[in-house]
């Protein structure tokens, strides 16, 4: 009887608008076109195993229904929050089973990430003599998620954000389908597309809140807003968005892109990022691609650190905006963080050569007998406060670590170590 009642049953809008033919898909004609890597597979007649990888409402679950259809595959689909080993293990015999009928099975494992290492390696043996072909979907980073062997024997396909155009595409199918204009002036329905961030099925599913709307005047913006709720940006503080957003805002920060940056603060503030990772980011930033090209940009990092922890949020995330737009317009130098790694590098290579015996203090009388300080010339008695005496130890090449940019304070650094370096040849010439 169930069954009977089912047809009769409301189905949301995303569903009835669900494509039937891949063409119909929208946004994803990277992939799917004649010139797409799975068109072509299509055209060919050569299905292979794949990892559709992208975010929510991008038409993953669809283009793998539509794909069993086209190739005349048996389509199994599971979740992987919902199903565990004995489900993949009924499917797996039906497979077989299909497969002695002289017919293939394609298997679709939504949030295929959710499987553990061995569960994922309980494909392998199946994908591998052809069983099954595996379609995978995730919105989580395949490499940090997927066994090595599984993304081996399958292709990563990157499904893209749906742009506005094909979000207009879905809006003007489901008015085609309903039979009915959205009541909504025309920036409201450019802010609703806005609110959908992407996501194809969030906005059908916020139309289809709209379309129950009572007949009445065309809803402008504040209107639209009343009605639906504003989607949380898409972002996981521990997974892809997360590392995403740190590299944009600090490639930014090193482009010098003062606006740019602040929009990627304000996305990772939007989509809950701790204000204190970001600062502690920040300091980092300050001596990595600053450092002393503008010794005050270690200062105000450390400062915006100091404001947000007296103040919380929302007041102290200004402080930590002040910083972004601080170290985006400050001049830019790598040269402290190369030159400390030049050392380290120095360090290990050299292991452990001593000091130079006329650096080193004779607190006792063995000491000073092997010669401890001997020789030694201290700086502050000489006329311009520079000996040019050797620090390196004896039997090492002078190393160059640090070479300042000609940028910011840097550019004065220069000159004092071109002016040190040429007394120290003529000072250690002398004493030659």
């Not at 991008?58 to 565990?84: C, H, N, Q, W």
Request: without cysteine; aromatic residues 8%; charged residues 25%.
């Amino acid at each position: 009887m169930s069954g009977l009642f089912e047809s009769q049953a409301p189905r949301p809008l995303a569903d009835r608008l669900r494509p039937a033919v891949l063409n119909d898909v929208v946004g994803q004609d990277h992939l799917i076109g004649p010139e797409g890597p799975i068109g072509r597979m299509l055209s060919g007649s050569r299905l292979a195993s794949m990892i559709l990888w992208g975010p929510p409402g991008t038409g993953k679950t669809t283009i793998a229904r539509l794909l069993a259809d086209t190739s005349d595959l048996e389509f199994e689909p599971l979740s992987a929050v919902f199903s565990g080993v004995a489900d993949l293990r009924k499917v797996f015999e039906r497979a077989k089973q299909t497969r002695q009928a002289g017919r293939g099975t394609l298997l679709f494992i939504d949030e295929i990430h959710r499987f553990n290492r061995a569960q994922q390696d309980g494909f392998l043996p199946y994908v591998e003599n052809g069983t099954v072909i595996l379609v995978g979907a995730t919105t989580e980073n395949p490499s940090f998620e997927l066994n090595a062997a599984l993304l081996s024997r399958s292709q990563v396909f990157v499904l893209k954000r749906l742009d506005d155009n094909a979000l207009e595409e879905l809006l003007s199918r489901a008015e085609a389908q309903t039979g009915r204009r959205l009541p909504l002036k025309a920036e409201a329905r450019v802010a609703l597309i806005a609110m959908a961030d992407g996501d194809g099925r969030y906005l059908l599913n916020l139309a289809e809140e709209v379309f129950a709307l009572t007949p009445g005047d065309d809803l402008d913006t504040a209107g639209l807003t009343q009605v639906v709720q504003r989607r949380a940006p898409l972002y996981d503080k521990a997974q892809e968005g997360h590392y995403n957003l740190i590299s944009a805002l600090h490639k930014s920060l090193r482009g010098s892109d003062a606006d740019a940056a602040l929009y990627w603060l304000a996305r990772m503030l939007a989509g809950g990022e701790a204000p204190i990772y970001i600062a502690r980011r920040l300091v980092r930033f300050a001596s990595e691609d600053i450092g002393l090209a503008d010794p005050q940009a270690l200062v105000q990092a450390l400062a915006a650190w100091d404001a947000y922890d007296r103040l919380g949020s929302p007041e102290g995330e200004l402080a930590v905006a002040q910083a972004v737009l601080y170290l985006a317009t400050a001049p830019k130098s790598n040269a402290a963080y190369s030159a400390f790694k030049g050392a380290q590098r120095a360090a290990r290579e050299t292991g452990s050569l001593a000091p130079p015996a006329h650096i080193l203090n004779a607190p006792t009388g063995l000491m000073r007998d092997l010669g401890y300080g001997k020789g030694y010339e201290y700086d502050h008695d000489t006329s311009d406060g520079f000996s040019g005496q050797n620090y390196i130890p004896e039997g090492m090449a002078r190393p160059n670590f640090y070479d300042p940019a000609e940028r910011g304070f840097e550019r004065d650094i220069r000159k004092r170590l071109e002016y040190w370096a040429r007394l120290r040849r003529e000072r250690q010439g002398e004493s030659g």
